[in-house]
């Protein structure tokens, strides 16, 4: 009965817009409202956890090593979720599909508020990145309804929800960790994603499906797109060495806010994402930017952002207004470059946006796990002498790299 009912439901779901959206939908205002704001929330729960870590940590009596694997393994089910769940927008109806992510969410987040032990909070952590890619089925969605002239300038809109999502959930998880308690954020978030369902449900248009062929060949077709896109591969190299050194920094601010010069909670480390959303102001700006000049040559700028933010922070481990500083160069410097990379690999191959998004933001999310693992391992030692470290040397990889692949593709 059960199985027949959502049959029904989602059935019903499909027909209330088929009339709409056998023809192109067009994407209005309200419609790219609605995904910036899902892009935002969904987002968000990816990175909850990291200025509660240090609560965590008390909560199970573990240490703080032992804590930063549940978001080592939140990005981990992140990525994972996009190599298997994203391709299948290009196969699949794309609201239907959201709609049942929303429903996974809800339930993981639920699973993560109650845990018993830091094992459940850990699993739970996976599926909540599994089951949290939407914003990759909605920002593919937003280039493919977007007039081509305006393409970058829709990306950048629904990119500023998703960093707008990545930082300020550090704000409010921080604030609500140290007044609440960690586990009534978990709350917070399922009773946001019921909200989204909602709005997903009743207002985001249908978008059918261009690929005709079974799940395993869409899969195998991942591969042949990184083997013939060298764009592809570059603007992933990229996006994963930049979020690997920006995941690397967010994960151990708590740590280093906590020590003696310092001596803060979670609730300031969270307060840093509103010092960080001001990155959001770049990432319309490069939206813009990317429709009007070279991806290539503005990506070599964003780059060396990342690298400045990077010295910044060394010099600051006993500076807050050094700290806030890094983080505003920081953040400006890892999403303009993710813009001026999604701009790219979506004027590829229209019909294959989200296999393309796929291999991009697979890579994009193992750089991020292997910064957070990177960063776990160098703190006890070394600490945040040891984190700058790593975050200017991946920047140093990716510029070079970038440059050396601009100037053989200027030759040629």
Request: charged share 10%; glycine share 8%.
């Amino acid at each position: 009965m059960l199985t027949h009912f959502c049959g029904a439901f989602f059935s019903f779901s499909s027909m209330t817009v088929a009339q709409h959206t056998k023809t192109h939908p067009h994407l209005t205002s309200f419609t790219l409202w609605i995904m910036t704001i899902a892009t935002c929330l969904v987002v968000a729960n990816i990175y909850y956890n990291q200025p509660l870590l240090a609560d965590i940590a008390h909560t199970f009596k573990i240490s703080d090593k032992k804590a930063q694997q549940v978001s080592l393994f939140t990005q981990i089910g992140y990525a994972t979720g996009l190599l298997f769940i994203i391709p299948l927008a290009d196969m699949l109806k794309r609201k239907r599909l959201i709609l049942i992510d929303f429903t996974l969410v809800i339930i993981s987040l639920l699973v993560s508020a109650v845990a018993p032990s830091v094992l459940v909070l850990t699993i739970a952590g996976f599926l909540v990145g599994v089951s949290s890619v939407i914003p990759q089925l909605l920002i593919p969605m937003a280039a493919h309804l977007a007039k081509p002239q305006e393409r970058g300038k829709k990306i950048g809109f629904v990119m500023s929800g998703l960093l707008i999502g990545i930082l300020l959930s550090r704000t409010l998880s921080g604030f609500v960790g140290e007044h609440f308690g960690w586990r009534t954020m978990y709350y917070i978030a399922t009773g946001l994603m019921l909200a989204m369902w909602l709005m997903i449900f009743f207002f985001l248009p249908e978008v059918e499906p261009d690929y005709k062929g079974n799940y395993k060949n869409l899969m195998k077709s991942l591969i042949h797109l990184v083997k013939t896109q060298p764009k592809l591969r570059m603007a992933a190299f990229r996006g994963a060495l930049c979020f690997a050194g920006f995941s690397a920094f967010w994960t151990t601010l708590v740590f280093l806010l906590k020590q003696p010069q310092f001596n803060e909670g979670s609730s300031v480390a969270g307060a840093f994402g509103l010092v960080g959303a001001f990155g959001a102001l770049a990432a319309g700006l490069m939206g813009r930017l990317s429709d009007k000049m070279d991806s290539y040559k503005l990506s070599g700028y964003t780059l060396l952002l990342v690298l400045v933010s990077f010295i910044i922070f060394y010099f600051s481990s006993h500076s807050i207004i050094g700290l806030v500083i890094g983080v505003i160069v920081l953040d400006m410097g890892v999403q303009a470059t993710h813009i001026s990379n999604q701009s790219i690999i979506f004027s590829l191959i229209p019909e294959a946006r989200n296999r393309l998004n796929t291999v991009y933001m697979v890579s994009y999310f193992i750089g991020g796990a292997s910064g957070t693992f990177l960063a776990s391992q160098v703190w006890k030692n070394y600490q945040w002498t040891g984190v700058c470290a790593i975050g200017a040397s991946l920047s140093v990889i990716a510029l070079a790299a970038h440059l050396f692949n601009y100037k053989k593709n200027v030759r040629n």
